[in-house]
Structure formats: structure tokens, C-alpha cells
């Protein structure tokens, strides 16, 4: 059974400060990784891709990919209170089956 | 563009009753896929189109629900009869390739069945 694992939350973080979201995956063979934001009562929305390993920069967003340890992380640098949502993890193993984390709702803080 | 475009938005209907929910993907995408997210099961892939094909259907959950892809720019979901457990969202996809991780969601049909 393939798996992608990630803390439900709710993770609470100050405004400004750094936002970091884990997700962790059972398939080794997986090949891409992504990140989908999900505003409550609205659709998931891709923010993030990555396919190799190390780190991945887009804005203020960055993702993290650790292949060996089965690892994908999503940081967001100066949190604001629109980024507050919930944060999908998704992994796919070369088809078209995405595996998707229960997903973690962050909270930023005024 | 557009992007995917998905009807009724909200559908609120009796048990018994039949529910169709359609699809509009965006143009030049090959791939579809119906979701249905719920909180207790997260987002679920219940049909996978690719060229308006049906390539997975594994997880429909029973046949009370059917899926069609007519042409490039369409599809349907039907529920029939419909039951209180089939309250849910129900999102549309599409994506520019066949192995691609990167959907476009439509913006949902939220289902509830009395």
C-alpha cells in the first residue's frame, strides 16, 4: 500500500515567521513530488513541483526533496496570513496514480 | 483560458434520486480525472480519462456511479440512484500529460444528498 504521510495540524506560525510542512512517502520508486495549497471551501491549486533531489525556489516558497530518506518538505519564507490553508502532499510513481497526503492546515498568525 | 470549468457548483437532491455532474476540462488537455474528497477520506480518484478513453475506473466505488467522456471538452458523472454517503466534493481535473502530477481542479460540485 502506498503511502504519503503528513501531520494533519493545525500548524500555528507567527506572521513572518518561517512556515515549514513535512511530508514523508513509502514508495521508493517515486519520481515526482508536489505541493498543492487548498483554501477552505475552495479546490487544491499546484504551488509547488520537484523532481530531483535538493531544493527547489519559487518566491518565497521553497520545496526540499531527500530521496533516500523518503522525504519532501515545502518551506514558505515570510509567512503571511493569505497563506493560511491547507497544504497537500502529492507523489506520483510515474504514471498517472497520484498518492496524496491527508494534507497539514497551517495557520499564520497576525 | 478558462481553466476547468465544473456544474452545478452546489447540488443538494434527495436520496433515490439521480445526479449529474459535468466537466469541462481545458483545451488541449488529454487527461480527466474525477476526485470526490470527503473529510474523513481525503481526495479520492474515483475515474481516470486519458483521450477521452477511460483508463481506470477502479476506483468507482460501486455501480451506482458511471463516468463518461464523450469528446475532448466533456465529461459527466452520474450518481444513480444517490444516497447520503455520496455527500462529498467532487472535483473535475485535467493535465497536459498522461504521467503528470500537475492538475488543474476545477472549482468543485459540492453534493449533498438528503
Known amino acids: 500500500q502506498k503511502e504519503v504521510e503528513q501531520n494533519s495540524g493545525p500548524l500555528s506560525v507567527p506572521e513572518g515567521a518561517i512556515a515549514s510542512l513535512n511530508c514523508t512517502y513509502s514508495?521508493?520508486?517515486?519520481?515526482?513530488f508536489f505541493w498543492y495549497r487548498q483554501y477552505s471551501g475552495k479546490s487544491p491549486e499546484l504551488i509547488m513541483s520537484?523532481?530531483s533531489n535538493g531544493d527547489k525556489e519559487d518566491g518565497r516558497f521553497t520545496a526540499q526533496l531527500n530521496k533516500a530518506s523518503q522525504y519532501v518538505s515545502l518551506l514558505i519564507r515570510d509567512s503571511q496570513p493569505s497563506d493560511s490553508a491547507t497544504y497537500l502532499c502529492?507523489?506520483?510513481?510515474?504514471?498517472?496514480?497520484?498518492?496524496w497526503g491527508a494534507g497539514t492546515k497551517l495557520i499564520i498568525k497576525p | 483560458d478558462a481553466g476547468v470549468i465544473q456544474s452545478p457548483r452546489h447540488e443538494v437532491t434527495e436520496m433515490g434520486q439521480e445526479v449529474t455532474l459535468r466537466c469541462k476540462p481545458i483545451s488541449g488537455h488529454n487527461s480527466l480525472f474525477w476526485y470526490r474528497q470527503t473529510m474523513m477520506r481525503g481526495l479520492e480518484l474515483l475515474i481516470y480519462?486519458?483521450?477521452?478513453?477511460?483508463?481506470?475506473d477502479s476506483g468507482m466505488p460501486e455501480d451506482r456511479f458511471s463516468a463518461k467522456m464523450p469528446n475532448a471538452s466533456f465529461s459527466t458523472l452520474k450518481i444513480q440512484p444517490s444516497e447520503p454517503r455520496d455527500s462529498a466534493v467532487y472535483f473535475c481535473?485535467?493535465?497536459?500529460?498522461?504521467?503528470?502530477?500537475?492538475?488543474?481542479f476545477g472549482e468543485g460540485s459540492r453534493l449533498t444528498v438528503l
Open positions: 481535473a485535467s493535465s497536459a500529460g498522461e504521467n503528470t502530477g500537475e492538475l488543474f
Open positions: 480519462f486519458n483521450n477521452n478513453v477511460p483508463i481506470d
Open positions: 502529492a507523489v506520483n510513481g510515474g504514471n498517472y496514480q497520484l498518492i
Open positions: 514508495d521508493r520508486v517515486s519520481q515526482s
Open positions: 520537484i523532481y
